[in-house]
């Protein structure tokens, strides 16, 4: 009995589990470049500051 319940324990956790580990893979096969706010959305960021070129600082 408690081998069964440790056993139905274990897969319910893994079954709730996987799909947070998923990762989502982008293939882009345009030649133009993204609009920061498409590239924002691709990535999951929170701002589009980052992929805006004007905002990038020169080094």
């Known amino acids: 009995m408690k081998l069964k319940t440790c056993c ?3 897969l319910g956790f893994t079954v ?3 799909p947070a580990c998923t990762r989502k ?3 882009v096969k345009s030649s133009k470049p993204l609009p920061p706010g498409q ?3 691709l990535t999951g960021a929170k701002s589009a500051k980052q992929y805006a070129p004007g905002q990038q600082k020169k080094q």
């Open 16 to 18: 709730i589990a996987t």
């Open 25 to 27: 893979t982008v293939i």
């Open 8 to 10: 139905l324990l274990l």
């Open 39 to 41: 590239a924002k959305k």
